[in-house]
């Protein structure tokens, strides 16, 4: 997923920045950027602090969803002050999937 991420954002904008849900995620990322040659279109990968179960939990309830949402919304910031597109996983907006982030110029 997170290579079909990274090129499916490079489609999507010039320059991008990834955000994951969890640290632990953020090596394997980098090391993807790396191995597709993407050095040069990606500015960043940055994470929030989610496990399953608060993931779990953003898809029942909007309070736990509101919460993931700002906390992403803080790892975009500087991604979107750069003026780079970001990929974030969509748990905070109810589906799995990967997307660009609305949050991007």
């Known amino acids: 997923m997170g290579e079909a991420a990274l090129l499916y954002g490079c489609m ?6 990834l955000v994951t849900i969890n640290p632990v995620f953020v090596p394997i990322h ?9 050095r040069e279109r990606v500015v ?3 994470s929030i602090e ?3 179960e608060r ?14 949402r700002r906390e992403f919304e ?11 597109d970001v990929i974030t996983p969509r748990a905070a907006c109810r589906c799995c999937c990967f997307r660009v982030c609305s ?3």
């Open 44 to 46: 960043g990968v940055r």
């Open 74 to 84: 803080a790892q975009v910031a500087p991604f979107v002050a750069a003026g780079t």
């Open 30 to 38: 980098e090391a993807q950027v790396v191995a597709h040659g993407l």
């Open 55 to 68: 993931l779990m939990r953003a898809f029942e309830d909007a309070e736990a969803r509101e919460e993931i």
């Open 12 to 17: 999507m904008g010039r320059r991008i920045g």
């Open 50 to 52: 989610a496990d399953v």
């Open 103 to 105: 949050l991007s110029p």
